[in-house]
């Protein structure tokens, strides 16, 4: 999913190679998503069945180059348009612990308290890179983890009710 | 550069007395940003006092760079403050029917008139805590993010040797506080100012480079983020 919309992003101002393309698509998800080179070349060969993107030739050094089509950018603009779902399981630590519930976990206790150790060290280490990217002048960087550590309250937040709930 | 050693603090109430600071003993580098969590009542707010020469302690000794705070008169201990030491509080503390340039010009006037290079130093301070146009706003008419930045001006004005800070951010909401300690963490990395937090929050204590852990009277932990298991021990402290 993310790489199809990744691709048709990078290939919206300019036409690109497959490897710039992984890089855009990389720095695109952030620090931690890295993909394979090989999740792009099949999403490209999708992309390309589908008339989203197309193919102009090559550039000077014999790469194959990439071009977003009419098609592309229409359904990029509207998957940008969807408003993202909250309320799904889809979220690793929230289907972990409804699993845990569901088979009444003797260890739920250690793992929400592992859970927030995890989201605490995050935070650090998350506040401490946001403001180096600040000073950086990395204004979208910036944003997109003040964004992350939102969350990241909006968990800790949470597993304190359910720790206050469980005593 | 702070060092504070063996230092205590009681409260004489009638018959009561109450030691809230049982023998500290701390050491803060110039430049650092370090933050001091710890439950209510636990002494943070005593201890800020005491290294800004608001109060004085029972035992023991405060060096701020090189001076000792407790072995001054009140008076010399009143001008190294205001030379030397900038506070900012939860509540602000602005003087409300001032403006915002009077505000952040008053800890300069004991040392007689303003001359033109202390307005341009105020003009910059304006502009760098981004209150740019607000010059002759009076400070009851700010919104509280606003006037934490006038206090943050104020603080600053005289090249503080350190900003000691308590629970800046306590009275704001999740954004305006995130703006309020970008700011300050601006002034730690760009002009290397040492900053001492009071906080509650592990998202404002995120800014420091190391946190200090209070418990009843006593630094519990002192944490450094390069140790390996200090989100463990942060966890179990905050539980
Ligand atoms: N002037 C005073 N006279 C008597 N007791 C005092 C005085 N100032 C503080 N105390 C007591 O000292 C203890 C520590 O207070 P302090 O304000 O330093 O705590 P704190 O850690 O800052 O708490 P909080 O997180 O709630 O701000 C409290 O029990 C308080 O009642
Ligand atoms: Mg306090």
Redesign the pocket.
């Known amino acids: 999913m993310s790489v199809k919309y990744g691709i048709l992003t990078s290939l919206f101002r300019q036409r690109h190679h497959g490897y710039e393309l992984k890089l855009e698509v990389d720095s695109l998800l952030g620090i931690k998503g890295k993909i394979n080179p090989g999740q792009v070349y099949t999403t490209l060969d999708r992309l390309m069945r589908d008339q989203l993107v197309s193919s102009p030739g090559w550039d000077d050094q014999e790469r194959k180059l990439f071009q977003l089509e009419a098609r592309g950018k229409d359904e990029l603009e509207k998957w940008l348009l969807e408003p993202v779902p909250y309320y799904t399981a889809k979220e690793d630590f929230f289907f972990k612990w409804n699993c845990a519930r569901k088979i009444h976990f003797a260890q739920e206790k250690q793992m929400l308290e592992q859970q927030k150790e995890m989201i605490i060290k995050e935070v650090m280490e998350l506040t401490k890179l946001k403001t180096e990217l600040l000073l950086q002048g990395e204004e979208n960087k910036y944003l997109l983890i003040t964004g992350t550590l939102l969350h990241l309250e909006a968990d800790l937040n949470w597993i304190n009710q359910v720790e206050n709930r469980s005593r | 550069m702070i060092k504070v050693t063996n230092l205590t603090k009681e409260?004489v109430?009638g018959q009561e007395r109450?030691q809230?600071l049982k023998g500290i003993d701390l050491h803060i580098e110039e430049g650092e940003f370090v933050a001091i969590m710890?439950?209510?009542?636990?002494?943070?707010?005593?201890?800020l006092q005491l290294l800004g020469g608001l109060d004085v302690p029972t035992k023991g000794d405060i060096q701020v760079d090189q001076h000792f705070l407790n072995k001054m008169k009140e008076r010399e201990r009143t001008i190294f403050r205001r030379q030397k030491l900038g506070f900012i509080f939860q509540n602000y503390q602005l003087l409300p029917t001032l403006t915002v340039e009077e505000n952040i010009a008053f800890p300069l006037h004991a040392d007689g008139k303003l001359t033109n290079e202390k307005n341009k130093w105020i003009h910059e301070l304006i502009a760098s805590v981004g209150l740019e146009g607000l010059n002759r706003k009076r400070a009851n008419l700010l919104s509280g993010g606003q006037q934490q930045r006038v206090a943050i001006a104020r603080a600053l004005v005289n090249h503080p040797a350190v900003l000691l800070a308590d629970?800046p951010t306590g009275n704001l909401d999740r954004a305006k506080a995130e703006e309020i300690l970008v700011l300050l963490s601006t002034f730690h990395r760009r002009k290397k100012q040492t900053i001492v937090m009071?906080t509650?929050d592990i998202f404002a204590a995120g800014f420091a480079d190391h946190l200090i852990l209070?418990k009843d009277g006593v630094i519990d932990q002192v944490i450094s983020r390069k140790e390996e298991d200090y989100a463990k021990y942060l966890a179990n402290f905050m539980a």
């Open positions: 409260f109430q109450t809230v710890g439950p209510s009542g636990s002494g943070k707010s005593t201890l629970e009071v509650h209070f």
